[in-house]
T-cell receptor, first 114, second 116 residues
């Protein structure tokens, strides 16, 4: 079965510092991996995806993620955090065998302090 | 970009009544839509996959008679919570697929259901 795990419930960083939100995956075959962000009482906004190709993927709002096949990881990164980045972040894998549903990690709450 | 509209954004209903939530793809056709449920500060739990013109596929443990899903057109799926109870209070989010599996799903803004 396809799954993703986010080992940290919460990540705290100071504004201007780099941030990393961790994600590991377990899939059969090549993974289709996604990162989404959720602000309070809102739906999910797409940040970036990895399908194939370059292991470093750049996305919206200055975020990027690095696909590491040997470590089965897809960590989300940003060189310089903003207070407005504070939100709930979800890593997800697309299950191509079951109608294309997205399977989400547990979510990581990012808090960026001034 | 692809937009998914979900309505209502917030609803309060009395125990025993039914509530309908609509999910519309505004600028694309969606043969498949997904309904998720989310508890506070938790992950999204897939409830069902809605397929246009056919019956929805429910995840294990989700009562199909309680959570009725209809996907009558390529731009509209509805979720009806029947005979709602306080434990059904939650945040419900729909999403739709505009392209293939290597494309992101597009999400509505969610519906906050409170059953009193």
């Amino acid at each position: 079965a396809q799954s993703v795990a986010q080992p940290e419930d919460q990540v705290n960083v100071a504004e201007g510092n780099p941030l990393t939100v961790k994600c590991t995956y377990s899939v059969s075959g090549n993974p289709y991996l996604f990162w989404y962000v959720q602000y309070p009482n809102r739906g999910l906004q797409f940040l970036l995806k990895y399908i194939t190709g370059d292991n470093l993927v750049k996305g919206s709002y200055g975020f990027e993620a690095e696909f590491n096949k040997s470590q089965t990881s897809f960590h989300l990164k940003k060189p310089s955090a903003l207070v407005s980045d504070s939100a709930l972040y979800f890593c997800a894998v697309r299950d191509r065998g079951q109608g294309g549903k997205l399977i989400f990690g547990q979510g990581t709450e990012l808090s960026v302090k001034p | 970009g692809a937009v998914v509209s979900q309505h209502p954004s917030r609803v309060i209903c009395k125990s025993g009544t039914s509530v309908k939530i609509e999910c519309r793809s505004l600028d694309f056709q969606a043969t498949t839509m997904f309904w998720y449920r989310q508890f506070p500060k938790q992950s999204l739990m897939l409830m069902a996959t809605s397929n246009e013109g056919s019956k929805a596929t429910y995840e294990q443990g989700v009562e199909k008679d309680k959570f009725l899903i209809n996907h009558a057109s390529l731009t509209l799926s509805t979720l009806t919570v029947t005979s709602a109870h306080p434990e059904d209070s939650s945040f419900y989010i729909c999403s739709a697929n505009s392209e293939g599996y290597n494309s992101p799903l597009h999400f509505g803004n969610g519906t906050r259901l409170t059953v009193t």
